[in-house]
């Protein structure tokens, strides 16, 4: 996984159909269908805030996130 900004996080993964798993210390966001991992969220539901800060996308979709810089 790499790390990547907000904005090429939700580009990754918006066309397809993901939801995120919450888990204590991050959120795993996976295909419905296969239930492959597509990303990563931190921090999970026992933060503070309950907002994620830190975005990670698989390698396989990591194409698509980087498509949107400039």
């Known amino acids: 996984m790499i790390?990547?900004?907000k904005e090429q996080f939700f580009q990754a993964i918006g066309p397809r159909d993901v939801h995120p798993r919450s888990e204590p210390d991050c959120s795993v966001w996976e295909d419905q269908r296969t239930r492959e991992v597509v990303?990563?969220?931190e921090p999970g539901w026992r933060a503070p805030t309950g907002k994620p800060k830190r975005y990670w996308i698989?390698?396989?979709y990591a194409a698509t996130a980087n498509d949107g810089e400039a």
């Open 3 to 5: 790390e990547v900004s």
């Open 58 to 60: 698989s390698d396989k």
């Open 39 to 41: 990303g990563r969220t």
